[in-house]
């Protein structure tokens, strides 16, 4: 059984998925700012600016850097369509 009060994120670029997975929270670069998600966020879809998607899970946290693309958060999770995308420490993708 899943656990209720993790969100579902995945993030993709037109290449590839990079991170798929339950976690507590992401931060992320809207174009009107910076915003945060957790589980049972009510929905909304935002354009992303270009910056770093934080991807945190208990004490485990993943940065991935976004050159544009698109949020969305529904009763599902959370979908980053990126245009491109990387992992700090990977090549840009």
Known sequence: ?????KLHVSLVTPERELFAGEVDQVVAPGVE?????????A?????LAEGDVTILDG???R?????????DVNEDGMTIL???ANEYGE???
């Open 63 to 71: 940065v991935f850097q976004v050159r544009g693309g698109f949020a």
């Open 33 to 41: 700012g910076e915003f945060g998600v957790l589980a049972h966020h």
């Open 43 to 47: 929905p909304f879809m935002t354009t």
């Open 1 to 5: 059984m899943a656990d209720t009060d």
């Open 59 to 61: 004490t485990t946290k």
């Open 91 to 93: 090549n840009v993708q």
């Open 82 to 84: 990126a245009e491109h």
